[in-house]
C-alpha cells in the first residue's frame, strides 16, 4: 500500500512539475504553409544595399535557426533572385530601435517578409553578437514567433541581453514546434 | 485521513490530470495563439500588414541604466521640430533643459527625439496603400513637469533618443511618479482599395510583458537606484 503511494504521488509531481515551467513563447497569428512530414524551406534574397556586416549577420541567424531545429528552414541566397522575402538594413535615428520585420500575410498565411536591422542603431555597428542578435530575432519573427513575457531566456525577448543572447533558445524552439506542430 | 483514502484520493487527481492532459492534447496549444477570427474569415480579401519590433525595454531602473549612456532630470522647454528619423521614423524633437546629469557630462539644453510614428506601406492591386501608426514611446510632455530621461545619443544629428522602451520618468508637480510610454499602441488600421480588398495595418505590440517597477517610487527613490544603478555599471 506504501509503495502505491509513493509511486502515485511520484507519478503526480512527474505531471504537475512540468506544467509549472510551461514555456512562454507566444506566437503570431501568421505562418508558413508547411505540409505534413517534410522541412518547408523558405526562399530569401539579401537586398541590394545591404553591407558586409549585415549580410554576414543574417548569414550567422539563418544558420543558427536552420541548425536549432528541423520544421522550417531559409534558404538565403543570392541565387534567390525572383523571392519577395528580403533580408536587409534600415538606417533609423532611434537608438532604441535593434531592427523590424514587416510581415505581409492572407488570412493567416504569410506571403512576404522583409526583415531589417537597424544600422542607425550604434550597437548594431559595434557590436557582432548584438547585429547575430537582432538578425535572429527577426527572422524569428519571419517564422511566426511573437515575443514572450519578460523573464524568459529567448531570442524573441526584447528584454534580453543581445551581447549574451543571440542563438535561438528552448523557448524558440518550443515555439516553433508549437507553430508546425505537423 | 487514513493512507488508504489518500492513496484513492491520489488515484482520482491522477485520472483527473491524466483526463485534462488528454483533452488539451486534442485540442492542440491554443492557448498560445492570438487568433485573428475576422482575418480568417475574410481570408480572400484582407491583407494584413504587420510590424514587429526589436527594441530595448526595461520596466526597471537598473535595466534602463544599463541601456543609457546619459541620464539626465530636467523639463521640456518647447516643440523644436519633427523630425525624419528613417525608415519612415518620425519623431518630434524638443529642447530640454538639465537640473542635474545623473550619469554622463551633459549640461545646460539639449535636443531629444520623442518617436510618434512610423508609416507603413503596403503594394496592392498596383496601388500602393500607407497607414502612420502611433510608436511605443510617443508621449506629449508637459511644461509642469520634471523629467527623468534615459538616453543615447544619435551623433550625425546631434540629437539625444530613447535609449530605450519606455525612456522617461515623469514627476508631476504634485511629487507623483510614473514611467511613461504609450500604452495603446496594438492599433489597427484598415485601408480599403479600389477592388474592395481591406489592407489591415498593424503594429506588434513590444511592450507585452513589461513590468513597471518605477512608476510609484518616490523621486529620492528613484535618484538613489539611479546612483546604485550607475556606480554598478
Given at each position: 500500500m506504501k509503495k502505491g503511494f509513493i509511486l502515485c504521488s511520484v507519478l503526480t509531481l512527474a505531471l504537475v512539475v512540468p506544467l509549472s515551467n510551461a514555456s512562454a513563447y507566444n506566437l503570431l497569428t501568421t505562418k508558413w504553409p508547411k505540409t505534413v512530414g517534410s522541412t518547408y524551406v523558405v526562399k530569401v534574397k539579401y537586398s541590394t544595399i545591404i553591407s558586409t556586416d549585415a549580410k554576414n549577420a543574417f548569414d550567422t541567424a539563418v544558420s543558427d535557426w536552420n541548425s536549432a531545429q528541423t520544421k522550417i528552414s531559409f534558404n538565403l541566397s543570392?541565387?534567390?533572385?525572383?523571392?519577395s522575402n528580403v533580408v536587409t538594413t534600415e538606417n533609423v535615428a532611434d537608438q532604441s530601435l535593434f531592427g523590424d520585420t514587416l510581415l505581409t500575410s492572407s488570412g493567416t498565411t504569410i506571403s512576404y517578409f522583409t526583415a531589417m536591422i537597424n544600422v542607425g542603431n550604434s550597437d548594431v555597428i559595434n557590436k557582432s553578437n548584438t547585429r547575430r542578435s537582432a538578425a535572429g530575432h527577426e527572422l524569428g519573427h519571419a517564422l511566426g514567433l511573437d515575443h514572450p513575457p519578460a523573464p524568459t531566456l529567448s531570442i524573441m525577448n526584447s528584454f534580453r541581453d543581445r551581447e549574451v543572447v543571440y542563438t535561438p533558445q528552448l523557448d524558440d524552439k518550443d515555439g516553433i514546434k508549437a507553430q508546425y506542430p505537423l | 485521513m487514513t493512507i488508504k483514502n489518500s492513496y484513492k484520493l491520489l488515484v482520482i487527481a491522477l485520472v483527473a490530470l491524466l483526463a485534462y492532459f488528454i483533452w488539451n492534447g486534442s485540442e492542440g496549444s491554443e492557448s498560445n495563439y492570438k487568433t485573428n477570427a475576422s482575418a480568417a474569415k475574410n481570408e480572400a480579401k484582407v491583407i494584413n500588414v504587420n510590424k514587429s519590433f526589436d527594441y530595448a525595454t526595461s520596466g526597471d531602473i537598473e535595466g534602463l541604466v544599463n541601456y543609457a549612456d546619459y541620464v539626465v532630470s530636467g523639463h521640456y522647454e518647447k516643440l523644436e521640430k519633427q523630425w525624419d528619423m528613417g525608415g519612415g521614423y518620425v519623431s518630434d524633437v524638443y529642447s530640454f533643459v538639465i537640473d542635474?546629469?545623473?550619469?554622463?557630462d551633459l549640461k545646460d539644453t539639449i535636443s531629444v527625439a520623442i518617436p510618434q510614428y512610423v508609416t507603413l506601406y503596403a503594394d496592392v492591386e498596383g496601388q500602393s496603400y500607407s497607414a502612420n501608426l502611433d510608436l511605443p514611446n510617443k508621449t506629449t510632455p508637459t511644461s509642469t513637469s520634471k523629467y527623468i530621461l534615459f538616453l543615447k545619443k544619435y551623433e550625425p544629428a546631434n540629437i539625444y533618443t530613447p535609449a530605450?522602451?519606455?525612456?522617461q520618468v515623469e514627476i508631476s508637480s504634485t511629487g507623483q511618479t510614473a514611467l511613461i510610454y504609450n500604452k495603446k499602441i496594438s492599433t489597427l488600421k484598415k485601408v480599403e482599395t479600389a477592388q474592395k480588398t481591406v489592407v489591415h495595418f498593424n503594429l506588434d505590440n513590444?511592450?507585452?510583458?513589461?513590468?513597471?517597477?518605477?512608476?510609484?517610487?518616490s523621486e529620492k527613490e528613484i535618484l538613489s537606484e539611479i546612483t546604485n544603478a550607475v556606480s554598478q555599471k
Open positions: 543570392t541565387s534567390n533572385s525572383t523571392s | 542635474e546629469s545623473l550619469n554622463g530605450a522602451v519606455p525612456f513590444p511592450n507585452d510583458g513589461l513590468v513597471d517597477e518605477i512608476s510609484g517610487l
